[in-house]
C-alpha cells in the first residue's frame, strides 16, 4: 500500500511528540531557556526544491552547532582540506560537544571540528580573514534563506555566559593550535551559534548538502568533494557521543545543535530540518532521533538503503 509523504509526517510528528516530556531545553546559554519545550516542526525539502512540512517549521531559533558546518565548508574552501585537517582531526571524541578532557589529556589536536573544540579551532583560522559578514551571506545561500541575521539577545547572552567555551580556547591557545586573537575568535565563534533559521532553512542547507552542493536551479554553490567530507564527519561525529548510535537508527549524515535544530542530509535524495527545543542529555533535540529514525524506515533514506523511493511517495 502507498502512503502519503503527509501522512509519514504525521507519524514522524507523532513519535517526535511522544518524547518532548523526557526532555529539557538548553539553560546553560540563559536565552535559550526562553524556549517553547513543546514545539516541533519537521521540514523536508526534495532535490527539487519542493518543501513539505508539519508542526513548527517556520519559527526563527539560533543555529548553534550546525553553524559548524558552515563553518567547516568556508574554511575548506578557503585554505584547503590539507591546512584545516592539519589542525583538527576526523575522529569522534566520543565525549560531550563542550568537553576538553581528551584534548587536555590525549591529543594536541580537536578530535574533530564539530565539537567545540575543533569548531574553535576551524573559526580561528578564518580570523581576521574572513568577516562575519561573509559568513553570515554564505550562510543565507546555503540556506536560501535571505532573512537570516544575527540574533543579538542569544548573542549577549551567551557571551556572557561562555566560561567554558572560553576555557576551550585558551587551552587550545596554550598548546599553540589557536594562533589568532583568542577572544576574536570566540566573538566570531559566538556570533555564527545565534544566526537565527528556521526548520524550513535548514531543510534547505541540507538538501544542498544532499545533492553534493549543486542546488535545484543546476547552480553549484558548493564542491561536491567538500560536501562529500562535510556529510561523512556529520555521519561519524554530528551527533556529538550518541552519534554511533545515531548512525545506525537513522543513517542519515545529521547535525544537532542547542537550540532545538538538526540537519539532516539524506545523500541524493532529499533534506530534512527539525525543530525541537526540548533536549536529550547529550544537547541533540530530543526528537530528533525518533523522527529522523521513522523518516529514515518509512522513506528508505539510510545511507546504507540503495532503494531510492522518494520519486514514489513524493509526488
Ligand atoms: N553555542 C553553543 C556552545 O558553544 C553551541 C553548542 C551546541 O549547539 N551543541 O556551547
Not at 527539487?48 to 574554511?75: C, E, N, P, W
Not at 587551552?171 to 556570533?191: A, W
Amino acid at each position: 500500500m502507498k502512503i502519503s509523504i503527509s501522512e509519514v509526517l504525521r507519524e514522524a510528528y507523532r513519535r517526535g511528540e511522544a518524547v518532548i516530556p523526557d526532555g529539557a531545553v538548553a539553560t546553560y546559554i540563559p536565552e535559550l531557556g526562553r524556549a517553547d519545550k513543546n514545539a516541533l516542526g519537521i521540514s523536508i525539502c526534495t532535490r527539487d526544491g519542493l518543501h513539505y512540512g508539519i508542526g513548527t517549521v517556520d519559527k526563527r531559533f539560533t543555529m548553534q552547532s550546525i553553524s559548524k558546518v558552515v563553518t567547516l565548508i568556508v574554511a575548506m574552501e578557503r585554505f584547503g582540506v590539507g591546512e584545516v585537517f592539519r589542525n583538527v582531526g576526523m575522529e569522534p571524541s566520543g565525549e560531550a560537544f563542550n568537553s576538553l578532557i581528551e584534548l587536555d589529556l590525549k591529543s594536541n589536536r580537536p578530535y574533530n571540528p564539530m565539537v567545540n573544540s575543533g569548531a574553535l579551532t576551524v573559526t580561528s583560522l578564518l580570523v581576521g580573514k574572513v568577516s562575519f559578514e561573509s559568513l553570515l551571506e554564505t550562510t543565507r545561500r546555503f540556506c536560501n534563506d535571505p532573512e537570516i541575521c544575527l540574533d543579538e539577545t542569544v548573542y549577549r547572552s551567551e557571551l556572557a555566559n561562555m566560561s567554558r567555551n572560553k576555557s576551550i580556547a585558551y587551552l587550545l591557545e596554550s598548546k599553540g593550535i589557536i594562533q589568532s586573537s583568542v577572544e576574536e575568535t570566540l566573538d566570531l565563534y559566538t556570533r555564527m551559534c545565534s544566526l537565527s533559521v528556521t526548520a524550513r532553512s535548514l531543510s534547505n542547507c541540507a538538501v544542498l548538502l544532499a545533492m553534493d552542493g549543486v542546488d535545484a536551479r543546476g547552480n553549484e554553490l558548493i564542491d561536491s568533494r567538500l560536501c562529500e567530507i562535510a556529510k561523512t564527519i556529520m555521519l561519524t561525529c554530528g551527533m556529538y557521543d550518541e552519534s554511533g548510535e545515531f548512525a545506525v537508527k537513522v543513517g542519515i549524515p545529521s547535525k544537532a545543535g542547542v537550540g532545538g535544530g538538526v540537519l539532516s542530509a539524506a545523500d541524493n535524495r532529499l533534506g530534512i530540518g527539525v525543530y525541537g527545543p526540548s533536549l536529550d542529555d547529550k544537547g541533540n533535540c530530543i526528537a530528533g532521533k525518533p523522527v529522523l529514525a521513522y523518516l529514515s524506515r518509512a522513506l528508505k533514506l539510510h545511507i546504507f538503503d540503495p532503494n531510492d523511493i522518494t520519486a514514489e511517495i513524493i509526488p
